[in-house]
């Protein structure tokens, strides 16, 4: 088992940042991208409830399958896309080495 993942996360102006996160902390790719400034601001504190972490998957890794709660929000949300994800619903574990997320707009 891998106790540190890479992933890359793309932040607004477009530039890439290869991150690394341990798997073992049980944090979730807002709390990844708020440790490094990527200007994400994760209001809620992960609860899902703001969608100001929404993130736009950018490589075929398959993700465990939004909660309904996660739904709920991104059909609130601004800037929406068919990859648009709650960066706080998406765990940091083996399963997501070499993920690839751009933050979405505000």
């Known amino acids: 088992m891998k106790d540190i993942i890479s992933v890359t996360i793309i ?24 440790m490094n400034d990527l200007g994400v601001e994760g209001t809620c504190g992960g609860m899902a ?6 993130v736009y998957v950018e490589s ?32 940091v574990t083996e399963a997501i080495d070499g993920l690839v997320v751009r933050v979405a707009p505000k």
């Open 49 to 54: 409830l703001c969608a100001s972490c929404q």
């Open 11 to 34: 932040d607004r102006e477009g530039a890439e940042h290869i991150v690394e996160a341990p798997t073992d902390m049980n944090l979730n790719m807002m709390e990844i991208c708020r």
């Open 60 to 91: 075929d890794r398959e993700l465990h399958e939004p909660s309904d709660a996660e739904l709920d929000m991104l059909d609130q949300a601004f800037h929406v896309q068919p990859n648009s994800r709650l960066g706080c619903q998406i765990k």
